[in-house]
């Protein structure tokens, strides 16, 4: 069997033991007879396991007790509309920084539904790097702002969190949650698609301070009611099962290397790799600025796109998977997520490197 490394945006790597054990336990879980993906989620084998998942995220992220973590689905896209018709029920209004794409969808969904702001952009520059804000820049009676904390696309991280005072800071995380310690505290909600970081595509993690919970619109569809679905245990309906198990299995593997702290010198080392390479050569570019830069999500470019095109193809047949940048952005981006193993960004050095050298630029 031979593992491609795969530098995919998400889906995404998981763990080589995360998936042997899914594999070990795949027909016959735990002498229940059956597969994970056939239990009842109402028998109490299953009800174990989505107890220890949360369990074990509170423990890994440190989640204080007055948050509540939902396991829901429909991806970070559905809480785009979720976030405003749960908050945006006293002053109507929010505020966005626009930081990326994925941003300024939320911005668009929001807008639907009050009077949605947008405090600050970097699109002229392309998202290149995220903009710095001041408490002064929101609106004081704002039911929420909301951040884009990892920029997936565009390869750039929040290098602070903003302070919005007593106003409750909204953020996905899709990108970067558990890649590092985040002050969950700080923040009233945080949510993020799993399929980055934590497990397969089709779960959703909340994670929502309880005094924000019972103020939905009374038009919101009860699936996307935060209250109905803490008050439930996220089994108002059927929850994503199979996922929810699968990131159970990545929290253990986490704790199992030390938690958060150690998670992050792991990513720093191979950011830190990559990055220290970039900036050591002219050949290609890192398109954003040095104080964004995300440690998940690294962007390059050599500046002439049939190269970048090359360079993606035969990266791939190296076995070096997924290089190819975001159609919106072009040129390449290797996303490094805590499951990319550190041998990983290595042989992706050492073939830009050879790929340098074997193709000079007219
Ligand atoms: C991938 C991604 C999304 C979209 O997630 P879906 O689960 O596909 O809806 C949103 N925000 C960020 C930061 C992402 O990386």
Not at 93 to 104: E, M, P, R, V
Not at 149 to 171: C, E, M, Q, R, S
Request: proline letters at 5%.
């Amino acid at each position: 069997m031979k593992r491609a490394y795969n530098f995919s945006a998400g889906p995404s790597m998981l763990p080589m033991p995360v998936l042997q054990q899914a594999a070990a336990e795949m027909v016959d879980y735990q002498n229940s007879g059956m597969s994970v993906m056939e239990m009842s989620h109402r028998s109490p084998v299953y009800e174990k396991i989505i107890t220890e998942a949360e369990a074990l995220l509170r423990e890994v992220m440190e989640i204080p007790d007055n948050y509540k973590v939902l396991f829901l689905q429909g991806g970070a896209s559905t809480q785009f509309a979720a976030v405003p018709l749960n908050l945006l029920s006293n002053s109507g209004k929010a505020d966005y920084i626009l930081s990326g794409q994925f941003s300024t969808k939320a911005y668009q969904e929001a807008q639907k539904y009050g009077d949605v702001k947008a405090v600050a952009s970097s699109k002229e520059a392309n998202f290149s790097f995220v903009p710095v804000v001041q408490k002064e820049d929101f609106r004081s009676d704002a039911d929420y702002v909301h951040i884009c904390f990892n920029n997936t696309i565009y390869g750039t991280k929040f290098p602070y969190i903003p302070d919005t005072g007593d106003i409750p800071l909204v953020a996905d995380m899709s990108s970067c949650i558990l890649s590092e310690p985040f002050d969950v505290s700080r923040f009233g909600v945080i949510y993020a698609g799993a399929q980055k970081n934590m497990a397969p595509a089709g779960l959703t993690v909340v994670i929502i301070r309880e005094d924000l919970l019972g103020k939905a619109r009374k038009e919101t569809p009860t699936m996307l009611d935060y209250k109905v679905q803490a008050d439930n245990q996220s089994m108002y309906n059927t929850p994503p099962c199979y996922c929810i198990y699968i990131a159970k299995l990545v929290y253990e593997w986490i704790l199992g290397l030390g938690g958060l702290k150690a998670m992050k010198a792991q990513n720093e080392k191979k950011a830190n790799l990559l990055y220290d390479y970039l900036d050591s050569q002219t050949y290609y570019v890192a398109p954003v600025s040095k104080e964004s830069r995300s440690m998940m999500n690294v962007t390059f470019v050599t500046g002439d796109a049939e190269l970048d095109k090359k360079f993606a193809s035969e990266a791939s047949e190296r076995g070096l998977k997924n290089l190819k940048g975001h159609r919106s952005v072009g040129g390449m981006r290797a996303s490094i997520y805590n499951a990319m193993p550190y041998e990983g960004v290595e042989a992706l050095v050492a073939f830009m490197k050879e790929f340098a050298e074997k193709n000079p630029k007219a």
